[in-house]
């Protein structure tokens, strides 16, 4: 990031500073944070002149809505040092290692080892494999610009950074983004995935938060069986989403929420 970027911009942006990483050198800008909230009106502009300017726009929350230096953004405290690429990753192979993980069954386990497999039934420990790509169901830029609108409607404290980056996928690991970081601090791993994502479902990230991402989705799943192989996508991706998510905890209820639904919200504890 370096300001000759900034200045591609076409919309005029408002007050706002160069970000450097906490742990960094002190001289890599990594983020162009606003110096307030901002409006999803701001947002789609810059999403519109993206592919002029290089530059990905994120809506940022912050760790404390009340903190005046808006951490973790503000205070630098993301670690781009520390990320492989997201090239030298395979969403496949990933996807299928993190499933054999979080489906083991554990002695120590708080579970029986009947009710861990039910989580994921009717898949259980076996890893079902990737969904098939839906058809086009919708405009993936203004399904995005509606997923901006209601997120500030709800959450007006948010603001506006700008990553250099080619994708929103991309963006989440050239900022250093660590959200994922108590199942594994290497977030090209994450990016590869949902680059993948962008692919075959016209995914775009629309907003970050500490350990919380959300994206647009032009064509999710349209039927129970597709969500349910999305489902297991999704609990390898974020295995919180099931395990803490809403009641039942199991991938088949999880996976009925999730039909046609065109916001995916990922958390992890």
Same mark, same amino acid.
């Given at each position: 990031?370096?300001?000759?970027?900034?200045s591609?911009?076409?919309?005029?942006?408002?007050?706002?500073?160069?970000?450097?990483?906490?742990?960094?050198?002190?001289?890599?800008?990594?983020?162009?944070?606003?110096?307030?909230?901002?409006?999803?009106?701001l947002?789609?502009?810059l999403?519109?002149?993206?592919?002029?300017?290089?530059?990905?726009?994120?809506?940022?929350?912050?760790?404390?809505?009340?903190?005046?230096?808006?951490?973790?953004?503000?205070?630098?405290?993301?670690?781009?040092?520390?990320?492989?690429?997201?090239?030298?990753?395979?969403?496949?192979?990933?996807?299928?290692?993190?499933?054999?993980d979080?489906?083991?069954?554990?002695?120590?386990?708080?579970?029986?080892?009947?009710?861990?497999?039910?989580?994921?039934?009717?898949?259980?420990?076996?890893w079902?494999?990737?969904?098939?790509?839906?058809?086009?169901?919708?405009?993936?830029?203004?399904?995005?610009?509606?997923?901006?609108?209601?997120?500030?409607?709800?959450?007006?404290?948010?603001?506006?950074?700008?990553?250099?980056?080619?994708?929103?996928?991309?963006?989440?690991?050239?900022?250093?983004?660590?959200?994922?970081t108590?199942?594994?601090?290497?977030?090209?791993?994450?990016?590869?995935?949902?680059?993948?994502?962008?692919?075959?479902?016209a995914?775009?990230?629309?907003?970050?938060?500490? &350990? &919380?991402?959300?994206?647009?989705?032009?064509?999710?799943?349209?039927?129970?069986?597709?969500?349910?192989?999305?489902?297991?996508?999704?609990?390898?991706?974020?295995?919180?989403?099931?395990?803490?998510?809403?009641?039942?905890?199991?991938?088949?209820?999880?996976?009925?929420?999730?039909?046609?639904?065109?916001?995916?919200?990922?958390?992890?504890?």
């Amino acid at each position: 990031m370096t300001p000759e970027l900034l200045s591609d911009v076409r919309t005029a942006l408002p007050s706002g500073r160069l970000i450097t990483s906490d742990e960094g050198d002190g001289e890599a800008h990594i983020l162009w944070l606003s110096d307030g909230p901002t409006t999803a009106d701001l947002w789609v502009r810059l999403h519109v002149e993206h592919t002029h300017t290089g530059l990905w726009p994120l809506l940022l929350d912050p760790s404390d809505p009340h903190d005046d230096k808006f951490g973790p953004w503000g205070t630098g405290e993301f670690f781009p040092e520390r990320m492989s690429s997201p090239d030298a990753h395979s969403p496949a192979e990933l996807l299928e290692h993190w499933w054999k993980d979080y489906t083991a069954v554990d002695e120590d386990d708080m579970l029986s080892p009947d009710d861990r497999l039910a989580v994921t039934a009717p898949f259980g420990q076996l890893w079902p494999g990737f969904t098939p790509s839906p058809p086009p169901a919708a405009d993936p830029e203004a399904t995005a610009a509606d997923l901006a609108q209601r997120f500030v409607a709800g959450q007006p404290h948010s603001r506006l950074g700008l990553v250099a980056a080619g994708s929103g996928a991309h963006a989440l690991t050239a900022v250093g983004w660590d959200g994922p970081t108590n199942y594994d601090n290497d977030t090209a791993k994450f990016s590869a995935v949902v680059a993948d994502w962008e692919r075959r479902f016209a995914a775009r990230v629309v907003v970050v938060g500490p &350990a &919380a991402l959300h994206l647009s989705i032009a064509s999710p799943p349209t039927t129970t069986e597709d969500a349910l192989l999305v489902a297991a996508e999704h609990f390898a991706f974020c295995p919180d989403n099931v395990w803490q998510g809403h009641r039942p905890y199991t991938l088949a209820a999880y996976a009925d929420r999730i039909v046609g639904c065109r916001d995916w919200h990922f958390w992890w504890d």
